[in-house]
């Protein structure tokens, strides 16, 4: 089974612009959750959906979005970026029933704002 | 508000040695507990998770975890480490009914041939 791919890999971009990155779960997987990373504060939880629905949200301003697909597909996007955004994007994937709590991370998305 | 501890930030052992990393979160209610392991250049892996039952798991390449509740701590052990352990190591809780994952702050694990 093919694991959860994140794509690009590596987005450089300026303060101001606006991004949007893309992950696809696992097959099979309806939940998918965004993380931020960086060295200062660490993994921080941004959103989960869930069949096209936002279920969680954590502590991040309103720049940062996200939407889920009907095939569970997910982006998110930042508008508006400021250098604090640098840093690596993770999304995670996981299924249903006791299993839905066991989350399957891709290789991230490492975004520079310059 | 939900927090992980992580005792020890950066742990250098030789190989053969005896692995433990400390874990301590804060929440009343009932949770899952997990252990991620980031190899160099490699995304996040599930190492092992606790969600009810015997409080001892193990997990993946012989590491086990016990949960103790009274103490709020899911400590990560391994009886003899290998120069491939060599890796960040992520302690993560959720609350039940919830796929927000917490995590701490990660230890460094360099092992020494």
């Known amino acids: 089974k093919a694991g959860v791919t994140q794509t690009p890999r590596y987005l450089i971009k300026t303060r101001g612009q606006q991004v949007t990155l893309s992950c696809s779960p696992i097959s099979g997987h309806r939940s998918v959750s965004w993380y931020q990373q960086t060295p200062g504060q660490g993994l921080q939880f941004l959103f989960e959906?869930?069949?096209?629905?936002?279920?969680n949200k954590g502590n991040f301003p309103g720049r940062f979005s996200g939407r889920q697909f009907s095939n569970s597909r997910s982006e998110m996007n930042v508008s508006t970026l400021e250098l604090g955004d640098s840093a690596l994007y993770l999304c995670?994937?996981?299924?249903?029933?006791?299993?839905?709590?066991?989350?399957?991370f891709g290789p991230g998305t490492r975004l520079t704002v310059t | 508000a939900q927090s992980v501890s992580q005792h020890n930030h950066h742990v250098i052992l030789s190989e053969a040695a005896s692995l433990e990393l400390g874990c301590n979160y804060s929440?009343?209610?009932?949770?899952?507990l997990f252990w991620y392991v980031q190899y160099p250049g490699q995304h996040l892996q599930l190492l092992l998770k606790?969600?009810?039952?015997?409080?001892l798991v193990k997990g993946i390449k012989g590491f086990e975890a016990e949960f103790i509740k009274s103490k709020f701590s899911f400590n990560l052990r391994k009886p003899s480490v290998q120069w491939s352990d060599t890796a960040e190591y992520f302690c993560a809780v959720n609350r039940r009914a919830t796929n927000k994952l917490i995590f701490g702050t990660g230890t460094l694990l360099a092992v020494q041939p």
């Open positions: 959906y869930f069949s096209e629905t936002q279920r």
């Open positions: 995670a994937s996981s299924g249903t029933g006791t299993r839905g709590y066991e989350q399957y």
């Open positions: 929440y009343g209610g009932t949770v899952n």
């Open positions: 606790y969600f009810s039952g015997d409080p």
